[in-house]
């Protein structure tokens, strides 16, 4: 079961030597307007609006035409999609919407990508396999144990990001920014501060008796463990070793 919402406890903030510059849980969210939106990818303000609203969702899986908009190592992580499971992947038009959706809305797209392929690799085959009645793409599902339903593949992943955005953004943030949370004396058992790589661990336990932080997978098919989610925990860590 993938809860919408993320564990969530009170936690203590620890230093650590090998912080970086950035400090993602001070680092602001982006203001999104459709004026923001506009000046960023280079369409209309009406445009913008249109992508916002979803009313001109098609714009999202779009390359934007502002040629400042995405750079070489954009298009170099977009190529690193389509084969984030090796001989399978993201199609462009999809990647191409994580990629633009975690531009508008995250504080860091980079990682917001990583770990929105690593998450949708594991839960429906980098977006190639779900419901085409609920494009629940990411696994997510309601209080009663039912697919969220979403109008599109576009509609699932902006739904995703902002998701992400409440508390997933810290996802193995001892390895990217050098900096993680504890609560007692007792880092999270995801990050050890010093910026070991614990690639998708946050999201999906790959060991017995241990939920992952942020309590996404709480079960998965054939396995009797709850909070043991070996099958995803591996095709996730594989799509994002790909794609970082």
Not at 20 to 25: E, N, Q, T, V, W
Not at 126 to 132: A, D, E, L
Not at 196 to 203: P, S
Request: charged letters at 15%; one cysteine or more.
């Amino acid at each position: 079961m993938r809860y919408i919402l993320a564990f969530s406890i009170l936690l203590i903030a620890a230093s650590s030597p090998h912080a970086s510059a950035l400090d993602i849980r001070t680092t602001p969210l982006p203001s999104v307007t459709a004026a923001t939106v506009s000046t960023q990818f280079g369409y209309t303000t009406a445009q913008a609006k249109g992508m916002l609203d979803l009313t001109q969702k098609e714009l999202w899986s779009l390359v934007p035409p502002n040629p400042t908009a995405w750079t070489t190592s954009t298009y170099a992580l977009r190529t690193r999609m389509n084969t984030a499971l090796g001989t399978q992947g993201f199609d462009s038009p999809l990647a191409n919407v994580i990629i633009n959706s975690c531009k508008v809305y995250a504080r860091d797209a980079r990682h917001c990508v990583i770990f929105a392929s690593a998450v949708a690799c594991a839960e429906s085959s980098c977006g190639q396999t779900y419901s085409t009645s609920a494009y629940a793409i990411f696994g997510l599902k309601d209080s009663n144990s039912q697919p969220i339903k979403y109008s599109s593949r576009t509609h699932a992943v902006i739904d995703w990001v902002k998701r992400y955005n409440v508390s997933w953004f810290v996802a193995d943030e001892g390895y990217f920014y050098g900096f993680c949370k504890k609560y007692g004396s007792t880092f999270l058992p995801h990050c050890d501060n010093v910026g070991t790589d614990y690639y998708a661990n946050y999201f999906y336990s790959n060991k017995k008796g241990r939920y992952p932080a942020s309590n996404y997978c709480g079960s998965e098919s054939g396995s009797s463990t709850p909070g043991y989610c070996p099958n995803g925990f591996a095709n996730s860590k594989a799509a994002y070793l790909k794609v970082k």
